[in-house]
């Protein structure tokens, strides 16, 4: 990613790095995807919106004159970053597949490369998640999208939270990160639980747990499972909520 000096000017494709950004630098984000929802003032800010994360407007990008744009190797694609940089617009790309990732990538983002103190509330975080202690071991699938169903696989950051506390993911072994799986494999995969996020599809009581009868679900609230962000400082007792109460 590299160190660089002078950055004022940041435009985020990544929801929970756009919250990271604006949390631990206020006033320096001047554009963020129609995703970014994290703080809830961004738009009061006076914040312009670029796109989705998978189809950014890089035109508008580049009218913002950016310092940098920060993005994810998992959340964007190759060819619009690849446009961005041909423009002269400096892009930094972050990969994060596990808690430890997650904590080095954000130091480096924010410290190494925006040049700012360390967080206070990433601090917080790697306190909170060193101090988890998984209870008995249950396994699950956990389901990321409908039509088709998508299950979280292997090397995934949701799936490495969830191991932290105790889940272990029926398809962590799968070849592939994001397998679409039957409904029905899905039904009979003899598992003790399954867990609903709420993105990126939202799933509801009444959305997502009538598909698997007499298997006790887990809602759970989407950004604490897939944010890497100041929502990580709270996510380990948010989730562990939700996980106790699917019995």
Not at 12 to 28: D, H, K, N, Q, Y
Not at 103 to 108: I, W
């Amino acid at each position: 990613m590299g160190v660089s000096r002078g950055i004022s000017r940041v435009v985020s494709l990544v929801p929970s790095l756009t919250e990271a950004v604006a949390v631990s630098a206020p006033g320096r984000l001047v554009g963020v995807t129609d995703w970014c929802t994290h703080p809830t003032d961004l738009d009061g800010a006076g914040v312009v919106r670029i796109g989705g994360t998978k189809n950014p407007d890089v035109a508008r990008i580049v009218a913002l004159r950016p310092d940098l744009v920060i993005a994810n190797e998992e959340e964007n694609r190759a060819p619009d970053l690849a446009a961005l940089r041909a423009a002269g617009v400096p892009v930094a790309v972050t990969e994060i597949r596990d808690l430890p990732q997650a904590l080095r990538e954000l130091d480096r983002l924010l410290v190494g490369t925006l040049g700012l103190a360390r967080p206070r509330w990433l601090t917080d975080a790697e306190a909170a998640w060193a101090r988890v202690e998984p209870g008995e071991e249950r396994v699950a699938f956990v389901p990321v999208w409908r039509k088709p169903w998508m299950v979280l696989g292997r090397d995934t950051f949701a799936g490495d939270l969830l191991a932290r506390l105790g889940i272990r993911n029926a398809y962590a072994g799968h070849s592939e990160r994001y397998p679409r799986v039957p409904v029905e494999e899905l039904a009979g995969a003899g598992c003790d639980l399954v867990v609903l996020p709420d993105e990126p599809y939202r799933f509801t009581a009444s959305d997502g747990p009538e598909a698997f009868p007499g298997l006790p679900a887990a809602l759970v609230s989407g950004r604490h499972l897939t944010w890497y962000g100041p929502s990580l400082a709270e996510a380990p007792a948010v989730l562990a909520r939700a996980l106790r109460a699917a019995r």
